[in-house]
Every structure is written in C-alpha cells, then in structure tokens.
C-alpha cells in the first residue's frame, strides 16, 4: 500500500477521480479492525476491475462534538453505558493522533494491499476547539495528513471565512485542505430546530463567495442528506444544488451524508462531487454483524470472545459495506 500525503499527489488523486467519473471514497477509519476493512475492500475491487491502482480515504475526527473520535480513543477516555464520551476535551489529541497515523503507517509495504493508495484526512476538524487548532497546528500531523478539513462553520460566514483564509494562507501549500462555507447545526442546535422548518441548504452565491476569499481546495455543502437533517425533515439529495454549486466553485465538492441516496450514489460524480465521506452506515453494519455472530455463537467460548474473533467479524463487515459503496460509486 502507498499512502498518499503530499498536496500535489492528493490533488492528482482528486482529477483522476473526476475523469473516471468515480468520487474518492473516503471512509472513516477508527480502529485497526475499520482500517483493514476499508484497504481489503479496495484491493479486492482493484483486482475484480483488473484496476493498477485506487485510491481511498481513510478519515477520522478528533474532537468533534458530535462524534469525536481521537478523543474517544484517548486512553483516558470515559464512556458512558450509552456509549457517550464524558471525558472533556481538556488534553491533547495529537498524540492520539500519530497513533493512529502509525496504525495506516504498519500496511505501507508493498506486499500488502499492493494496488492501493490510501489518502489520511482529518474528518470535522472544529475550529472553536483548542485541542483541534493544536492538532491542525502540529507540523507532524500536517506533514502526514493528504486532506485536512478545517472546520470553522461553527461561526457566523466572516469569521468562518477569516478564519479558513489565515490557514489555507498558512498551510495550504503543504497539505490539501477542505472547507465549509456555512454554518453546520449540531446535533443540539438540530434538536431545538422546529420539524416544519425548511431544510438548511447551501447558497451557491454564498459559496463561491467562501471559496473565493478562502482558497480552499474542496468544499462541504448542505446537499439536503441527512449530513445536515433531522427527523421530520424531507431528507433527500438536492442534485440541481449540486449542479449549480459546482457551475459556481467548479468540481471540488465532498458529499457528507450518503446513506440516503441509495443508489443515486452512482450519478453523483455527475454533479461536481470528487469526495465521499462515509462512516455511519458501515460502524452500524459492523455492530449489527456482531451482534448476529453472537447470537448464533454465544459468549462462552473464547473462540469467539476473544479480541481476534471480534476484530475478524467487524473487519468483513466493513469491507463487504465498503465492497457495495465502491460498486455503487464506481461506473
């Protein structure tokens, strides 16, 4: 496996992509057991379209409030029965960080996983916190990443704008970095929204705006999916946004959100989308195979209560997830 972190060979990646007509799939990867998931999926595909090489995103967050994953992973780390981090986000995820970039780090030979170039990004990384500023300040971290997304759409569109401006003035040579040009509601903010509220969606005027003055290299917008939606709401893809986002900006949209698409993931590539997160969906699927295995296995034998078992079950069940969203995206 290479893994692809200078700027110029991810924004070739990124063309490439748009030329085949297939997006990045770019899935979160938190564990070892994800990781191997995603890279066993893309080497399988390689080989089934007798493919030289492709390329995937292996993501993760640090301190996002919605789901922060460095942080959940840090060995202090506090979670309640429901699986809530309790811990605050006091210390320093960098060195969580490189750990996990140690992690992808361990398959960079080429034995293993030969036909595929793996990007790291940053998935969310949230501005207002300080511990991702200092991990997006980190010259290690930087240096390692392919794709950062500096994630200031916390504050009102100036301030996101002054904000991603100083960074992409700053590091934009030296990495690849990803911006949103409005304000994403948590899932809090999401909450107290009344359900017979329109849908919050991107202006494309607002957006060439952003990137304009920004000089990001790729943009997260509200597309309608369920990135930005909450129950109640009509949660569908706004293709025709799409399409007039990227007349706008040009081809250098991320899709957040795929799983109410279905099928439809097929054309978006279409619409100016290079770059497909991907997380929810595949983490429940993995749990959801667990928990059949268990069923029909039981919990008393350590063949399959040990670390490896589990670790086997949800690694298939992310590369057979990963193995559909790449057939999906793929022409």
């Known amino acids: 496996m290479q893994i692809i972190h200078n700027r110029r060979e991810v924004l070739t990646c990124l063309e490439e992509a748009r030329k085949a007509g297939a997006p990045v799939f770019c899935p979160n990867a938190e564990t070892p057991d994800e990781i ?6 893309a080497q399988s595909f390689a080989q089934q379209r007798k493919l030289p090489h492709i390329s995937v995103g292996l ?24 699986g809530i981090c309790q811990s605050e986000p006091t210390c320093s995820v960098v060195d969580r960080a ?5 992690w992808i780090a361990a398959y960079a030979r080429p034995d293993i996983f030969p036909s ?20 997006m300040e980190n010259d290690e971290f930087i240096d390692r990443m392919g794709i950062i997304m500096f994630d200031a759409s916390g504050y009102d569109l100036d301030a996101n704008i002054a904000r991603t401006q100083d960074y992409v003035k700053r590091h934009g040579e030296s990495v690849v970095v990803e911006g949103c040009p409005d304000k994403i509601l948590s899932q809090a903010d999401l909450a107290k929204k009344p359900q017979d509220s329109s849908p919050f969606l ?14 990001v290299d790729l943009i997260v917008p509200s597309l309608g999916t369920e990135h930005r939606g909450q129950p109640g709401e009509h949660i569908y893809y706004r293709r025709e946004l799409a399409r007039e986002l990227t007349q706008k900006v040009g081809p250098i949209l991320a899709l957040h959100g795929t799983s109410s698409l279905g099928d439809k993931l097929s054309t978006v590539a279409q619409d ?3 770059k497909v997160n991907f997380y929810t969906a595949m983490a429940r699927q993995a749990s959801h195979s667990l928990q059949n295995a268990w069923a029909s296995a039981g919990t008393d034998s350590i063949h399959t209560t040990c670390g490896s078992y ?3 079950t949800r690694r298939s069940a992310v590369q057979a997830t ?3 969203m790449l057939n999906l995206l793929t022409p």
């Open 202 to 215: 991107t202006n494309p005027q607002s957006a060439a705006t952003f990137v304009s003055k920004t000089g």
């Open 59 to 82: 993501g993760i967050t640090a301190s996002y409030p919605d789901h922060p994953q460095l942080r959940r992973l840090d060995l202090n780390s506090q979670l309640t029965a429901e």
């Open 98 to 102: 490189l750990i996990w970039l140690d």
């Open 310 to 312: 589990l670790h086997h």
């Open 116 to 135: 595929v170039r793996a990007i790291p990004f940053l998935d969310h990384g949230w501005v207002p916190i300080p511990q991702d500023r200092e991990l």
């Open 272 to 274: 100016g989308i290079c």
């Open 322 to 324: 990963c193995t559909h």
């Open 36 to 41: 191997e998931g995603v890279l066993n999926a």
